[in-house]
């Protein structure tokens, strides 16, 4: 009985022998967190379905949001591999990852926006364009996303955002943001967006997130 009374409290996850610790607070995730204090880990869906951020548990007690084997093989898991996107801390933990080099590395950048327009595409699919207004964003010369990439969009009564691809190819210094976006039975995102207009809503947009896109190497082509 004790336990359901328990006080929710921050862990810490040393990675790569202490090199580097992140603070993983009630309610999050070890990559969110990880992302969050600059670190350059990898990663690409964020949702437990492409393994890229597997890291090895090297101590340490952690709730698994889902079912590892799902991703990761049988020798990862008995090598104590597990999916950071989808690890919550019972306790603190020492990891160790292959962080992304420095040339790898993607600036995040996170914004207030405004839904500004709202387009039926089909019967459960709408457009919307998101804007910011925020100067600092405005005023970055560089792209702010790559083809391949998404942004997290958030609204302040629900707890996690959601990935979205961008629509259009990047210009530098845009304002608008397009996304498709289908209705997902029972989502709480969708059911929000599809049970009324939204222009004018007001939401936190992040990103880039995800690394899809064209690997300029001289692999062989499989056709």
């Not at 991703?71 to 962080?99: M, P, R």
């Not at 804007?131 to 005023?139: Q, R």
């Not at 609204?155 to 209705?183: C, M, T, W």
Request: proline share 4%; aromatic share 8%.
């Amino acid at each position: 009985m004790l336990g359901l009374f328990e006080k929710k409290q921050d862990f810490t996850a040393d990675v790569n022998s202490a090199t580097k610790t992140v603070t993983v607070k009630p309610g999050d995730n070890l990559l969110k967190s990880a992302l969050e204090a600059g670190m350059a880990w990898p990663h690409d869906c964020r949702v437990g379905s492409c393994g890229t951020c597997k890291c090895r548990l090297v101590e340490g007690k952690i709730k698994p949001l889902a079912d590892f084997s799902y991703v990761l093989e049988g020798d990862d898991l008995q090598n104590g591999y597990i999916l950071a996107c989808q690890t919550a801390l019972k306790s603190d933990i020492k990891v160790e990852v292959e962080l992304l080099a420095e040339s790898e590395q993607v600036q995040h950048w996170e914004t207030e926006a405004v839904i500004t327009g709202v387009k039926d595409l089909t019967h459960d699919i709408k457009e919307i364009v998101v804007e910011t207004k925020d100067p600092e964003l405005l005023a970055n010369k560089d792209m702010l996303y790559e083809a391949g990439q998404y942004a997290d969009l958030k609204l302040s009564h629900l707890d996690d955002g959601r990935n979205y691809s961008f629509v259009h190819a990047p210009e530098a210094g845009q304002k608008e943001f397009h996304f498709y976006i289908r209705k997902v039975p029972g989502g709480e995102f969708t059911t929000w967006l599809f049970d009324e207009d939204r222009t004018g809503q007001t939401l936190s947009m992040s990103g880039p997130y995800g690394s899809f896109g064209l690997n300029e190497d001289t692999l062989p082509m499989t056709c």
